[in-house]
């Protein structure tokens, strides 16, 4: 472990020199640095630094101004600091007096980029299955390959696994963070950070580090979290299509949780079992929960996180009441989308602009922020954006119940074609993203259409490597086991290696079977009650319906898919 000699003042001893002093103590306990720390000036109490402590030492930071000793540390490779730079920014103070940098060298300056380096990543994806998971594998692969250490941590649908400790993260030479959602950065602050897609992790992992160890930026502290912690390279690759992705990513939870227990409430009490006579029974208890709270949160959820993609913490609470508001005002989804994004772009702009005495900032993030943000959000949904939104939804709702015949047939093939056109891209998830928010208007057939449509192309791919296997090589006949699987869990992803294989022969299969599934899903009226599970969501009561209706058209899909690959697909070398 390094050792950290200190030293803080100078001159007429100031409330914010003991302030950072004491930022400084906390700071490396919290990392378990050893610091040896002296406050110097009028005033001050305390022992100075022993001669032992200096000679032990491997590096010394100079705080502040006057006369500070700095004649004892001749040997000693030092840093200086303003004493406002500790107060703001007390981790990156520490790490650039560890390595032998002064704060007022260059920000963000990139070492050296040869050697092995210790990489920690974050990847992050909307759904948190199959993109999550890969792009961990092309780093994990990619960094293994060019001699570097890396640990991956995933934030998936079932939280963060592997989840990086302090020590990894103080060791690391780089904060890679691969995500098409917004992620929490307040753990890296005195970092270096570069944030890209979870395709560019999956399509060229090598690639992606060297640029990472190139370009990456050291990230400030962010005073209380008032404001988004994201450094400047990665800001201007975010835009309105992650930021819904992040609220999407949240919401979906609650569309699962909701929509489970009320189809388990149908099964044990029946069609009526929300009823008001029903009261009591288990099938009311779980239409209770389903409906009134897990559903009921399905708009604020996705309100807030928008928001929070887009201001950090401080933009939780308006958001979250920007989509209650929408809820309460009938506006569903579309107005939740619509307060997520004022909340956000509000709270960002009063962030950047209230300045206030640095022993006043701590107030913005837990009063300032949160009550303008609110004020402002919520008199735009009540007097100006509430009812035509509304409007609006009732419309697109009407029209959706509505859809017979031809133009439910349009729309499936529009939304089957769009899940198999990128598989897991911004097309795919546009469709899937649109189709799960429909459920909390009580719009379940596009959900169907998308999942049975999604399910296609792996399913499809797979059942072809048996029907055809002389298109196929070796290797790809093997992974049609793997595609099997993937397809029947509604990973739609499984199909992507075959698809880069060959992509003009085998992306045109796949749209077409997984437009015909989502056409005849519409058609035969199938509808489904939760945005993800595939073939394992059958055997629950009510979460799928009719099932007959749901297997025709996955089977019809999958044998089209098959049957094209097999026709236009050229034989294996």
């Given at each position: 472990?390094?050792?950290?000699?200190?030293?803080?003042?100078?001159?007429?001893?100031?409330?914010?020199?003991?302030?950072?002093?004491?930022?400084?103590?906390?700071?490396?306990?919290?990392?378990?640095?050893?610091?040896?720390?002296?406050?110097?000036?009028?005033?001050?109490?305390?022992?100075?630094?022993?001669?032992?402590?200096?000679?032990?030492?491997?590096?010394?930071?100079?705080?502040?101004?006057?006369?500070?000793?700095?004649?004892?540390?001749?040997?000693?490779?030092?840093?200086?600091?303003?004493?406002?730079?500790?107060?703001?920014?007390?981790?990156?103070?520490?790490?650039?007096?560890?390595?032998?940098?002064?704060?007022?060298?260059?920000?963000?300056?990139?070492?050296?980029?040869?050697?092995?380096?210790?990489?920690?990543?974050?990847?992050?994806?909307?759904?948190?299955?199959?993109?999550?998971?890969?792009?961990?594998?092309?780093?994990?692969?990619?960094?293994?390959?060019?001699?570097?250490?890396?640990?991956?941590?995933?934030?998936?649908?079932?939280?963060?696994?592997?989840?990086?400790?302090?020590?990894?993260?103080?060791?690391?030479?780089?904060?890679?963070?691969?995500?098409?959602?917004?992620?929490?950065?307040?753990?890296?602050?005195?970092?270096?950070?570069?944030?890209?897609?979870?395709?560019?992790?999956?399509?060229?992992?090598?690639?992606?580090?060297?640029?990472?160890?190139?370009?990456?930026?050291?990230?400030?502290?962010?005073?209380?979290?008032?404001?988004?912690?994201?450094?400047?390279?990665?800001?201007?690759?975010?835009?309105?299509?992650?930021?819904?992705?992040?609220?999407?990513?949240?919401?979906?939870?609650?569309?699962?949780?909701?929509?489970?227990?009320?189809?388990?409430?149908?099964?044990?009490?029946?069609?009526?079992?929300?009823?008001?006579?029903?009261?009591?029974?288990?099938?009311?208890?779980?239409?209770?929960?389903?409906?009134?709270?897990?559903?009921?949160?399905?708009?604020?959820?996705?309100?807030?996180?928008?928001?929070?993609?887009?201001?950090?913490?401080?933009?939780?609470?308006?958001?979250?009441?920007?989509?209650?508001?929408?809820?309460?005002?009938?506006?569903?989804?579309?107005?939740?989308?619509?307060?997520?994004?004022?909340?956000?772009?509000?709270?960002?702009?009063?962030?950047?602009?209230?300045?206030?005495?640095?022993?006043?900032?701590?107030?913005?993030?837990?009063?300032?922020?949160?009550?303008?943000?609110?004020?402002?959000?919520?008199?735009?949904?009540?007097?100006?954006?509430?009812?035509?939104?509304?409007?609006?939804?009732?419309?697109?709702?009407?029209?959706?119940?509505?859809?017979?015949?031809?133009?439910?047939?349009?729309?499936?093939?529009?939304?089957?074609?769009?899940?198999?056109?990128?598989?897991?891209?911004?097309?795919?998830?546009?469709?899937?993203?649109?189709?799960?928010?429909?459920?909390?208007?009580?719009?379940?057939?596009?959900?169907?259409?998308?999942?049975?449509?999604?399910?296609?192309?792996?399913?499809g791919i797979a059942l072809a490597t048996r029907l055809f296997p002389g298109r196929f090589s070796e290797a790809e006949r093997e992974?049609?086991?793997?595609?099997?699987?993937?397809?029947?869990?509604?990973?739609?992803?499984?199909?992507?290696?075959?698809?880069?294989?060959?992509?003009?022969?085998?992306?045109?299969?796949?749209?077409?079977?997984?437009?015909?599934?989502?056409?005849?899903?519409?058609?035969?009226?199938?509808?489904?009650?939760?945005?993800?599970?595939?073939?394992?969501?059958?055997?629950?009561?009510?979460?799928?319906?009719?099932?007959?209706?749901?297997?025709?058209?996955?089977?019809?899909?999958?044998?089209?898919?098959?049957?094209?690959?097999?026709?236009?697909?050229?034989?294996?070398?």
């Open positions: 472990m390094t050792h950290l000699v200190a030293v803080v003042g100078g001159g007429d001893l100031s409330t914010h020199a003991v302030l950072a002093a004491e930022a400084l103590r906390r700071a490396a306990g919290r990392r378990n640095q050893r610091l040896d720390l002296e406050l110097r000036g009028r005033g001050a109490t305390g022992a100075p630094l022993s001669e032992g402590a200096i000679q032990g030492a491997d590096a010394v930071l100079l705080v502040g101004t006057g006369d500070l000793g700095e004649g004892r540390f001749s040997a000693l490779s030092r840093a200086k600091a303003a004493i406002e730079d500790v107060l703001t920014d007390v981790d990156g103070v520490i790490d650039r007096a560890l390595a032998g940098r002064s704060p007022g060298a260059r920000p963000g300056a990139a070492p050296e980029t040869s050697g092995p380096k210790r990489i920690v990543a974050i990847t992050s994806c909307p759904t948190g299955i199959a993109h999550t998971f890969m792009a961990a594998e092309g780093i994990q692969a990619a960094a293994q390959a060019l001699g570097h250490a890396v640990r991956v941590e995933t934030q998936g649908s079932v939280g963060a696994r592997d989840a990086l400790t302090p020590d990894e993260i103080a060791a690391a030479d780089i904060v890679l963070i691969a995500a098409d959602t917004g992620v929490d950065r307040g753990r890296f602050s005195g970092k270096r950070v570069y944030a890209t897609t979870t395709k560019a992790a999956i399509r060229d992992g090598k690639g992606l580090i060297a640029t990472a160890l190139k370009d990456a930026e050291l990230q400030g502290a962010q005073v209380a979290d008032s404001g988004p912690a994201r450094p400047a390279a990665a800001e201007t690759k975010a835009g309105a299509y992650k930021h819904l992705m992040t609220g999407v990513s949240f919401m979906l939870p609650f569309v699962v949780a909701g929509g489970l227990l009320i189809a388990l409430a149908f099964a044990f009490g029946g069609i009526d079992a929300m009823s008001p006579e029903n009261k009591g029974s288990l099938g009311f208890a779980l239409g209770e929960i389903g409906a009134k709270a897990a559903f009921a949160l399905i708009v604020p959820a996705l309100a807030g996180y928008i928001a929070y993609s887009i201001a950090d913490r401080p933009g939780i609470a308006p958001g979250m009441i920007g989509g209650m508001l929408a809820a309460n005002l009938n506006a569903g989804f579309l107005g939740g989308i619509v307060a997520g994004f004022i909340a956000g772009y509000t709270v960002s702009f009063l962030s950047r602009t209230i300045r206030l005495p640095k022993n006043l900032e701590g107030l913005k993030p837990v009063l300032i922020l949160p009550l303008l943000g609110t004020l402002v959000t919520g008199l735009l949904m009540v007097y100006v954006v509430g009812v035509p939104v509304a409007a609006l939804l009732a419309a697109l709702t009407g029209w959706l119940k509505g859809m017979q015949g031809a133009s439910a047939l349009l729309l499936g093939l529009i939304l089957g074609a769009m899940m198999a056109v990128d598989m897991g891209g911004p097309i795919n998830k546009a469709a899937y993203a649109s189709s799960a928010a429909l459920i909390s208007s009580g719009i379940y057939a596009p959900m169907a259409a998308v999942m049975l449509a999604g399910m296609t192309p792996p399913l992974a049609g086991s793997a595609a099997a699987v993937l397809g029947a869990a509604f990973i739609t992803e499984g199909a992507i290696p075959f698809a880069a294989a060959d992509p003009l022969r085998v992306i045109p299969a796949l749209v077409a079977g997984s437009a015909v599934a989502g056409a005849l899903s519409m058609t035969l009226g199938v509808a489904l009650r939760v945005p993800h599970g595939g073939l394992f969501v059958l055997p629950i009561p009510n979460a799928i319906t009719p099932v007959l209706g749901a297997v025709v058209a996955l089977v019809a899909g999958t044998v089209i898919t098959a049957v094209l690959v097999g026709v236009l697909k050229k034989r294996a070398a």
